[in-house]
């Protein structure tokens, strides 16, 4: 094996990294992720939270309003995340009015919504992860907040996961990505074709899977550009790397091995899709790092987290934490 693709939270990521290091290895990571981070061994196609969290922060203060409030899994990835959110808003005059964790794989979120409701937000900043958004959905539903209510914007949600959820609750509500299959031009029609013969026609595809075949394209032209399929020559020839993706021409930026790509936030219609809202008008490179904080005051936030969580990338049950 001279590559490894996949990893889905960051907690995997984090966790997989080391080994990746230790043993000079290459992973191409598909997801969005917090930044916070750099490793030689890693190529990271999803984006940065300069090319997602920020961005979408800004429309939704102009476009919806400035209260927020933000729920997420009790990870890596939304501490991260929410952390960046706060930092941005400072000077500015986003509140901040609610920030709620559970435990990843939560299915009881009564009290956070009561608390969502009790402080009617304009808008609810979503970092949840996996099957616990459907618990999430559901409860804002069961306690009448709809979209036309209190909007929420997901930065872990897309055409995949929505599909296990009542669409007449996801309506009207947003995620942020660089990819969405109602994007059009010809790779990405050229890309649904493909997916759905090979898959079948109720298929969907998400960010996440856009990125994991475009790091697999990546890949094979970084070997021709090598001439070898060794760990090395691969790394050097994928740094710069353009090509033309179902999400556009998207690039690996030489310094960071992160990704050049266009931000964009889309609206859920009634059918599953994504209606594209906003996008930038223009490519942007990636900042790992936000300018809110130092690299080091980043580094000791993170290891701040991960000691309080007994050395793990995420909150620890009593079950898992007991000898």
Not at 166 to 191: C, H, I, P, R, V
Not at 286 to 310: A, G, H, M
Request: some cysteine; overall charge positive.
């Amino acid at each position: 094996v001279c590559s490894i693709f996949g990893g889905w939270t960051s907690e995997s990521r984090k966790t997989m990294k080391p080994i990746f290091e230790k043993y000079n290895h290459l992973l191409f990571y598909p997801l969005e992720y917090e930044g916070l981070e750099e490793s030689d061994n890693i190529i990271y196609l999803g984006p940065t939270p300069n090319q997602q969290v920020i961005p979408a922060i800004k429309w939704a203060k102009k476009e919806i309003g400035n209260k927020f409030f933000l729920v997420g899994s009790d990870y890596i990835f939304p501490r991260s995340i929410n952390e960046i959110i706060k930092n941005e808003a400072k000077g500015t005059n986003i509140k901040i009015i609610g920030e709620e964790y559970k435990q990843l794989g939560e299915t009881n979120f009564k009290e956070i919504v009561k608390s969502i409701k009790l402080k009617n937000p304009d808008i609810i900043i979503n970092t949840i992860n996996g099957d616990s958004n459907i618990a999430f959905f559901n409860e804002l539903k069961k306690q009448g907040i709809s979209s036309k209510e209190i909007p929420t914007i997901s930065m872990s949600l897309g055409e995949d996961e929505i599909r296990h959820i009542d669409l007449s609750q996801m309506t009207g509500n947003y995620s942020a990505w660089s990819y969405f299959q109602s994007l059009k031009n010809n790779e990405n029609q050229k890309f649904i074709k493909s997916f759905k013969k090979r898959y079948g026609i109720h298929r969907v595809i998400s960010d996440p899977m856009e990125k994991s075949y475009t790091a697999i394209n990546l890949f094979t032209q970084a070997v021709k550009k090598a001439g070898i399929n060794e760990v090395s020559a691969i790394k050097k020839a994928v740094k710069s790397l353009s090509i033309d993706s179902p999400e556009g021409n998207i690039k690996i930026d030489s310094k960071t091995q992160n990704t050049i790509q266009t931000p964009r936030i889309g609206k859920i219609k009634e059918n599953g899709q994504f209606e594209i809202v906003w996008e930038s008008n223009k490519p942007i490179k990636p900042e790992p790092y936000p300018k809110s904080k130092t690299k080091k005051q980043w580094d000791q936030f993170l290891i701040k987290l991960y000691k309080e969580w007994n050395n793990h990338w995420a909150k620890q049950s009593e079950k898992q934490t007991t000898p």
